[in-house]
């Protein structure tokens, strides 16, 4: 592959990257390079003339999902791999997401697993060239096993290139021992299966404040950090949320009732900035700034450039009064959320009693979802009524985006469609 500007691989990933058996299995912590190896691994096999005639599906559980993921991931490998001459030898189409090679006809199609009709839909999967050989199922905890048993059976059938082979190739946190995942591929050795684990430290790419915050989670949230800061199957049970929904959804302001911002100040915690909508009492997280050790100055520039409303009110943390300050400098309309002893239980309380839709490109607000959990007391290992100080700005901030609702006594100003 001539075209090869210049690619970097973890170590750790070598036998993976090579072994032809019919399932990889890669278990990791968080940030362990799982994602950016495979994707580019699959990059490089896929234009490459040798594996002419093969093609990858890429499945996450929600279809939408696959945009920032696996599609990002791909499309992240081409150029680093390809640089300027990427649009030469690749063909990439964001509606409907898909990837082809322009030397072998290659192509990556994307699916997801979250009801009958996408199951359906992967059954009369076809390619132009080629065959269905690849299957990447990124965030495979997400899936049922009944899945997987669909995905495999598309597997199969006579390959005219001998240099084909079948794979499924899963990358995920180990999230439960008791997962239908650890059993199938884990538990026992088997010539199909690679298993694989992987942590943050062994990928040489990580940054020192990474590292920082994982070791701050080891203290706060001990139970996590076993899962996404070592890669060892955990029991993350106690989870706050549970009636959450992702998929896409309109953003158009005449969808909602209402709709304001919620924002939780950060440097070493995230700073978290929520737009939600509200109709019929559900709530909808339309869109998220996520970032790190930002200051506000710069948050706001990037609020600027992303065109975050000035109109709508923005709900913040009442602990800091000079940020508040600068957003309202900035023309937004910045409010305090009052604090009262209690009230980030009565704010999840009042959250657990609604639906809360999250577009799936709100890719930080999903991963925490999905973790925020309550504390567990160490000695009699029962749930507290205390959540986990880990991960929770977004959740921070959807918190503080109720509030105009949870308490309209308060008279927080409420703007509505109208005032737009
Ligand atoms: N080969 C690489 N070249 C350059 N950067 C890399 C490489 N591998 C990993 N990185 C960097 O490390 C970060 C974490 O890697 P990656 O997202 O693949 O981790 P992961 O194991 O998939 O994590 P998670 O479990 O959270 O999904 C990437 O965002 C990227 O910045
Ligand atoms: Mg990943």
Redesign the pocket.
């Known amino acids: 592959m001539s075209a090869a500007v210049k690619v970097?691989?973890?170590n750790h990933f070598r036998k993976v990257n090579r072994t032809k058996r019919r399932y990889r299995a890669l278990r990791?912590?968080?940030?362990?390079?799982?994602?950016?190896?495979i994707a580019?691994d699959y990059i490089l096999k896929l234009g490459d003339p040798k594996y002419a005639g093969a093609n990858l599906l890429c499945v996450r559980k929600v279809n939408e999902t696959n945009r920032n993921s696996t599609y990002a991931?791909l499309v992240g490998a081409i150029n680093?791999i390809y640089g300027a001459r990427a649009e030469e030898y690749w063909e990439v189409l964001r509606s409907p997401l898909s990837i082809r090679s322009r030397v072998t006809g290659n192509e990556v199609i994307f699916r997801g697993m979250n009801d009958v009709r996408d199951r359906e839909k992967v059954k009369s999967i076809n390619f132009a060239h080629g065959k269905l050989v690849w299957i990447w199922v990124e965030?495979a905890t997400e899936l049922q096993e009944s899945d997987v048993d669909i995905l495999d059976d598309r597997l199969r059938g006579i390959l005219l290139n001998p240099n084909l082979y079948y794979q499924m190739t899963f990358?995920?946190?180990p999230v439960s021992a008791q997962h239908w995942i650890k059993r199938k591929y884990f538990d026992y050795e088997s010539p199909d299966v690679l298993a694989h684990h992987?942590t943050?430290r062994q990928?040489r790419?990580?940054d020192p404040a990474y590292y920082r915050r994982m070791e701050r989670r080891r203290l706060e949230d001990p139970d996590g950090y076993a899962v996404?800061g070592e890669g060892e199957w955990g029991e993350l049970g106690g989870l706050i949320f549970k009636n959450f929904v992702i998929h896409d959804f309109d953003i158009s302001f005449q969808m909602f009732d209402t709709m304001h911002i919620g924002q939780d100040f950060g440097f070493n915690h995230a700073n978290a900035i929520l737009t939600v909508g509200v109709k019929d009492g559900e709530f909808f997280i339309c869109d998220e700034i996520y970032v790190h050790e930002m200051d506000t100055g710069q948050i706001i520039e990037m609020a600027d450039r992303k065109e975050l409303s000035k109109y709508l009110s923005m709900y913040c943390d009442s602990a800091e009064p000079d940020r508040i300050q600068m957003w309202q400098n900035a023309g937004y309309n910045a409010t305090a959320v009052v604090k009262e002893p209690g009230s980030v239980q009565a704010q999840i309380d009042y959250l657990k009693q609604r639906k809360i839709h999250i577009h799936p490109d709100c890719v930080n607000t999903i991963k925490e979802i999905q973790q925020w959990s309550w504390k567990k007391d160490k000695k009699t290992g029962l749930y507290l009524d205390e959540p986990v100080n880990f991960m929770d700005d977004a959740m921070a901030a959807l918190r503080y985006a109720a509030e105009p609702l949870r308490r309209p006594e308060m008279q927080y100003s409420n703007q509505r469609f109208g005032s737009w």
């Open positions: 970097q691989f973890n990791g912590s968080a940030g362990s390079g799982k994602s950016v190896n580019q991931e680093r965030e990358t995920f946190n992987s943050y990928n790419f990580i996404y």
